[in-house]
């Protein structure tokens, strides 16, 4: 009974690098959302995605993010050309239906940019 | 702009204390989450209140939901050192036609000193 799965769990990456983080949902579940954690700081919503779609994704920054959720596989979160101040903890959440209201979160990927 | 403001922002007590964090919001929500975090680990879901005034208790927990959606509060009774982690709180908020939208609050890092 696998809950969510993400890798990995720390990733290391230089200025300018492109940084792939994946996101494997709870056996069942269709809906994926990505949230964003710094230091002291709350959860911040970036994006939710069914199969194949991006339904919600106005917590992204505009430019060097992006999210996909392909009809086979995990859904990836892409930061390129990273900067200092993309380093954070990122989360990935799955739920079982439409809605936020029940979410299942993965360990996180911590992002260090050096 | 929601925003949701736990507080203390940090709490150190000795074991067998009782404590309260609160969660407060000037917005009302369809429903609140606590969500309790661990260093290294994604956020797991403690509790869902959903009714005004609700009441929930989860062994030496208790969950209180504001009359008026607004706010809540988590007491633990006789707190012991397993309960250190990071408390979050989150908002739920109905959007009509669309998909829900959750708000976190920044937490509270408790401490439970042996």
């Known amino acids: 009974n696998a809950g969510v799965m993400q890798n990995p769990r720390h990733l290391v990456r230089r200025r300018g690098q492109e940084a792939r983080l994946r996101c494997s949902p709870m056996?069942?579940?269709?809906?994926v959302y990505w949230y964003r954690q710094l230091p002291e700081e709350g959860l911040k919503f970036m994006v939710y995605?069914?199969?194949?779609?991006?339904?919600?994704e106005s917590g992204m920054p505009k430019e060097r993010f992006s999210a996909e959720f392909p009809k086979e596989g995990p859904s990836i979160l892409r930061i390129q050309q990273v900067v200092r101040g993309d380093s954070a903890a990122y989360f990935c959440?799955?739920?079982?239906?439409?809605?936020?209201?029940?979410?299942?979160f993965g360990p996180g990927t911590r992002l260090l940019v050096l | 702009t929601q925003l949701l403001e736990q507080s203390p922002q940090f709490l150190s007590i000795q074991e067998g204390e009782n404590l309260t964090v609160y969660c407060n919001s000037s917005?009302?929500?369809?429903?609140l989450q606590w969500y309790r975090q661990e260093p290294g680990e994604g956020p797991v879901l403690l509790v869902t209140?959903?009714?005004?005034?609700e009441v929930k208790k989860l062994k030496r927990l208790t969950f209180q939901f504001g009359d008026a959606r607004k706010d809540s509060s988590l007491h633990i009774t006789a707190a012991q050192t397993g309960d250190t982690g990071l408390y979050l709180c989150a908002g739920v908020i109905l959007r009509m036609g669309r998909d829900d939208k959750i708000i976190f609050g920044k937490g509270t890092r408790l401490h439970i000193l042996p």
């Open positions: 209140v959903v009714t005004g005034g």
């Open positions: 917005s009302v929500f369809s429903s």
């Open positions: 995605l069914q199969k194949e779609n991006i339904i919600d």
């Open positions: 959440a799955s739920s079982i239906r439409e809605g936020t209201r029940t979410q299942y």
């Open positions: 056996k069942g579940h269709s809906h």
